[in-house]
C-alpha cells in the first residue's frame, strides 16, 4: 500500500435533487465566509429567512432536470476522474493513492483525510478541482484544509496544486474537445458571424478589486485557447456565468451575451466552459438549458446552439492532471 496520497477536491453535490438535501448543501455552501463576505450573523438571518426556503425548492427542480440514476453528474464524473488519474499515475509507476472530495457535501474533506491518516498516510497532495484560482475556490478548499490540520496532533505532511490556467496539456485538452464537437456539429462559419463563448463561473467585483487573481487567470486560458483555435476576441468571446445575489459581479454576462447575440441574428452560438473541470449544474443546466432557451426566444427560435462538454475524463486532461501531480509529487516518490 501507497504511504502518499493525493486528493482531487471538486465543488461538492446535494446527495439528492430534494429541496431537504439541496438546502443542507445549500446552507453549507452559502455560510463559507469565503463565499459570502457580509457580517456572518446578518448573513445568516438573511440566509435562513429568505435565500434558503425559496433557492432550496428552485434549484432543487434544477438538480432533478440534470441528475442521473447513479447521482449527480458532478460526482460521476469527479469519480471517472479519480479513477483515470490512479490509472494514469499507475502506468508512470507511480504508487500512490488517489481519492475524492467534495469541499461541501459528500464524501467531505475531512472524512477523506480522516480515512486516509487512519491508514497510515501521512504525505497528502491536495489537488483542488479547479483551473484557476480564486479565494471562492482554491482558497476555500485551503481554508478547509487549515481548519483540518489545527484540530489535528498528528498532522498530515501536505502539498497543494495553486492553479494551472495555462498548462500546455489542459490548454491542449480544451481546444481538441471543442474542436471534436465541431467534428460532430459542424465547423462554425465565424467568417459569417457565429461566435463561440468561453463562459467562466463569476465573481463579485469586490472581490477582483481586493486583489482575486481569478480574472486575470481566466483571461490567461482564454488568450492561450484563442491563439490555439486561430481565433480573435470577435469569434472567441470571454463571458461569466452564474451571478448570484444584486452585487456586480464580473461581466460581460453570459445569458445577457447569448440574448444580445440571439437578438442580433447571429446564426450559431458555441458555449464552453475551461473553469468547469467537470460537468455539473452549471454547465449542464445553466448552459444546456437555460442560456439555450435565452439564445432560442432572442431569436425567434432560429439559429444553433451548442454546449460543447467539459473535459471530464478526457484523456488529454488526464494526461495533464498527470504531469501536474507529478510535478508536486517531486520528492516524496
Not at 200 to 217: C, F, L, N, R, S
Not at 231 to 260: H, R, Y
Not at 313 to 322: E, Q, R
Amino acid at each position: 500500500m501507497s504511504d502518499i496520497a493525493v486528493v482531487w477536491v471538486a465543488l461538492g453535490t446535494p446527495d439528492t435533487p430534494t429541496p431537504r438535501d439541496v438546502r443542507r448543501y445549500l446552507r453549507e455552501f452559502l455560510t463559507d465566509r469565503r463565499i459570502v463576505e457580509m457580517n456572518p450573523l446578518a448573513w445568516r438571518a438573511i440566509l435562513e429567512a429568505f435565500i434558503l426556503p425559496r433557492r432550496s425548492r428552485v434549484s432543487a427542480s434544477k438538480y432533478a432536470s440534470v441528475w442521473y440514476d447513479q447521482g449527480s453528474a458532478l460526482l460521476i464524473h469527479t469519480r471517472d476522474q479519480v479513477e483515470a488519474l490512479s490509472s494514469a499515475l499507475a502506468q508512470e509507476g507511480i504508487n500512490v493513492r488517489v481519492e475524492a472530495a467534495m469541499r461541501y457535501g459528500q464524501p467531505s474533506l475531512a472524512s477523506v483525510l480522516d480515512q486516509l491518516r487512519a491508514d497510515g498516510i501521512r504525505q497528502v497532495l491536495i489537488a483542488p478541482a479547479y483551473p484557476h484560482y480564486s479565494q471562492t475556490t482554491v482558497g476555500s478548499v485551503y481554508d478547509a484544509v487549515a481548519r483540518y490540520m489545527l484540530a489535528s496532533r498528528d498532522q498530515l505532511e501536505l502539498r497543494f496544486i495553486r492553479s494551472f490556467p495555462t498548462h500546455p496539456l489542459y490548454i491542449e485538452a480544451l481546444a481538441r474537445r471543442i474542436e471534436a464537437t465541431w467534428a460532430s456539429e459542424g465547423r462554425p462559419d465565424f467568417d459569417n458571424g457565429d461566435v463561440l463563448l468561453l463562459s467562466y463561473h463569476g465573481i463579485p467585483v469586490t472581490m477582483a478589486e481586493a486583489g482575486d487573481p481569478y480574472p486575470t487567470e481566466c483571461q490567461a486560458t482564454t488568450q492561450a485557447l484563442r491563439t490555439r483555435l486561430g481565433l480573435d476576441e470577435t469569434a472567441c468571446q470571454m463571458t461569466f456565468q452564474s451571478k448570484f445575489g444584486p452585487a456586480d459581479w464580473l461581466t460581460p454576462a453570459t445569458i445577457n451575451t447569448v440574448t444580445k447575440l440571439g437578438l442580433a441574428g447571429v446564426p450559431r452560438v458555441d458555449v464552453a466552459c475551461p473553469g468547469f473541470a467537470a460537468d455539473c449544474l452549471e454547465t449542464l443546466e445553466e448552459i444546456g438549458i437555460l442560456n439555450r432557451e435565452a439564445y432560442f426566444n432572442a431569436n425567434g427560435h432560429t439559429g444553433k446552439f451548442v454546449r460543447i462538454p467539459c473535459l471530464n475524463d478526457d484523456p488529454v486532461f488526464v494526461s495533464a492532471l498527470t504531469d501536474i501531480a507529478c510535478t508536486h509529487l517531486a520528492g516524496w516518490l
